[in-house]
RNA sequence: GGGGACGUAGCUCAGUUGGUUAGAGCGCUGCCCUGUCACGGCAGAGGUCGCGGGUUCGAGCCCCGUCGUCCCCGCCA
């Protein structure tokens, strides 16, 4: 291959295959670029070497050839120090053109790439890209590492259907209609969930698959239509189990891309995640955020405009360096704008010292910012930023106590990501340093849907409630303070994987359902194939499922899934290279039994 | 469904306050070149300024609509 090719290859007869990558014609000798899968190797054609010569003329970039040579070590001085072959070189004694390229709309061999809408209906030329062909051996090296690391601890790898019926992820289904049975559809999973919890109660008691998940909801830079989760499930768990095991793989599957793991992952409930950074994924890479609820006195609060019930929160973005006044008011201009009329306002902290009065209460949030990060004092170039509640509390607030704590953790990340190269908290080490994950558990069982006015499952209606909030008669009576058995793995502010402890009971799940709004006849319905299983001999058991293109996409260093996704799909779920969605031909609508309607 | 950014040569982009024939780099084509490696030199080709409409004596530039790509909110674990 010859990205292998080193100095003490040198003498070897050699036979390379691969593509054109430059071409440097000196008119009577000629260097090609040769490129394969591991690399590039310089080829020298001498115009003494008639035939390959002329093949080697008429060569363009993207060709595909084969060259016959021998290995020589480069003379003095002509070495490339910035290729890994550059010691050396191919004295070519034959050379083929197996074929021809058209000119490329923009050439693999670029440092400047293309915009994302051609890369896309050309992918294959951009998959040639020596990034894109790295991130796809990382990702092939990542789902290596990961299986072998799941089957040495024991797990079987099953396969589920993708054809089956809608699974109650909560998502929009993409459905397939049937041919034989007239108006009925399959829907493709949304996850394995129901056949991995089924596989449990089949007595494997360690099943994964690298499953391939359809959602059809909007996309994101992280989110595709079609995904690859990490799913797995196991008998008889504790939690800590399953976080061994999500943190073993993890850890093979980061040292597969030579980053060193330690374990335990921290662990915090779902309320300090939010009472701590306001999100239910924090990114640690992050200073947290700290409540000054006690050091904004009634008194301060009342001269201050603030109001008294409510938390006052605060947070330093370190290292932004010192702003002068007008960049500074400019900036709480800024988020002013940004907090709309949502009742929140910024605390100026440079100005309040200015004041005799408010002084004091300056250097006490100082300090109580400083000693959050466990340093003596805080220098003038970080980032103070003070937000409370103004008099008069909006209505929103009445039902989602927390949503102060979201703000202000989304105002948190937005300042973190603009000052992200002054801060340098997320510039790449290359270690494990670069990685923070975290466990969040304790997540609550339901959520408020304001819209239709219900309890929704905020996991999936299998998840197993805390024994005590079942106990306490809340899954009736006070249903926002059930806590699931359910936990997220974090990492850097992405949700890499979340899972739970299912319940194993019928009683119990029937339970569940009906406190979901379902009747016994709709739970009947939709799970009674399940709820049945349930009842001959259902094992305790409990599982994860990972984003795999999410850790790769990371790993990668990348910012959108597309990177290491090798056919992956626009923001509105087209695919530019084959073209798809199209319309279906009316004798393919004829056998489904489907007729089309525009809507207008 | 909503908000934002972008759309000019094959690619990356510039294009002033609306003014003559729309530019650059790379790529491409031809010729020259035996030590280049982002080779170099000379010459050349290449444009529906995303699309449609409007304003104007005149539109790449202003207005309206529309299409596409990306990012975010909603939605989605």
Redesign the pocket.
Known sequence: MCGELRAEDAGQDVVLMGWVN????????I?L?LRDRSGIA?I?V???VTAAHAKADAA??EFVIAVKGRVRR??A????P??PT?EI?V?ASKLLLLNDAR?????PA?????????R?KYRYLDLRRTEMQANFALRSRVAMAIRNYLVSEGFLEIETPFMTRSTP????DYLVPSRVHPGNFYALP??PQIFKQILMVSGFDRYFQIARCF?D???????QPEFTQIDLEMSFPQMDNIFRVAEGFLTAAFAAAGIALTTPFVHMTYDEAIKNYGI?KPDMRLPAMVSLSDILTPELRTALKIEQSLPVLGFVIPNVGELSGTARKSLLGEVRAGFGDCGLDLLDVVRLRTNATFAPLADAISAALAASLGVPALSAADLITVVTPKLGTPAMWNYDPQWIYKRVGALRLELGAKFADKHGLFAKTGTAADFKFAWVTD?PMY?WNE?TKTWDA???PFTSPHEDDIQAGRLTTDKGAVRAL?Y?VVLNGN?L??GSIRIHRKDVQAEIFRSLGMTDEEAHERFGFFLDALEYGTPPHGGI?L?LDRIVMILAGA??L?EVIAFP????A?D?MVDAPTPATPQQLRELHLRTVTRT
């Open positions: 430059r071409r440097r014609d000196h008119g009577g000798l260097f670029d310089q020298v001498d115009e003494k363009r970039p480069r003379g001085g002509l070495d490339n910035n290729m550059g070189e004295v000119t490329p709309p923009f050439s670029e440092d400047a790439i293309a915009n994302e809408e051609v896309l992820e909560g998502a929009r949304q996850s959602r909801e909007d996309l994101r830079a992280d989110r239910d997540f959520e819209e905020a996991h999936h359910a997220d949700e994987g979340s499922a984003g910012t959108s597309r799909k626009t923001a509105r087209i530019l």
